[in-house]
């Protein structure tokens, strides 16, 4: 139909086989705190760029079972905070051990 799909970033060919692509500079963070909300999440991580927004959310607690809490940071674009953030690992968050994935961007409009 004549439309294309602007990308926010590219990716060298030789790095988009081996590296996930950091599109938005987007990082699902699980395992913090279930005390910690959102303007604490996106301050602790501005130490490693420029938030765009961050995001709690927490499941609700079943009995015996603690709460699972997960957070999405996006860094402001072309600003490496995920790069960073990445680089940083292990990181510890008032004495829990973050793990840190890329969310990677699926384009709709990829052909198959």
């Known amino acids: 139909d004549g439309e294309s799909n602007n990308s926010q970033a590219t990716v060298n060919s030789d790095e ?3 590296k996930p692509q950091l599109v938005e500079e987007k990082l ?4 913090i705190p279930s005390t910690i909300d959102c303007e604490t999440l996106k ?3 501005s130490v490693f760029g420029p938030i765009k927004d961050a995001i709690v959310l927490k499941d ?3 009995e015996g079972k603690p709460a699972t809490v997960t ?3 996006t860094f ?5 905070g995920a790069k960073k953030t990445l680089n940083g ?3 510890q968050m008032f004495g ?7 969310i990677e961007a699926t384009s709709l409009f990829e052909e198959k």
Do not use: N
């Not at 699902?28 to 395992?31: D, Q, V």
């Open 28 to 31: 699902c963070l699980k395992g």
């Open 71 to 73: 957070g999405i940071v």
């Open 96 to 102: 829990s051990v973050i793990e840190i994935r890329v």
């Open 16 to 18: 988009q086989s081996s």
């Open 89 to 91: 690992q292990p990181i």
């Open 76 to 80: 402001k674009e072309g600003s490496d």
């Open 60 to 62: 609700d607690v079943d």
């Open 43 to 45: 301050d602790f991580f």
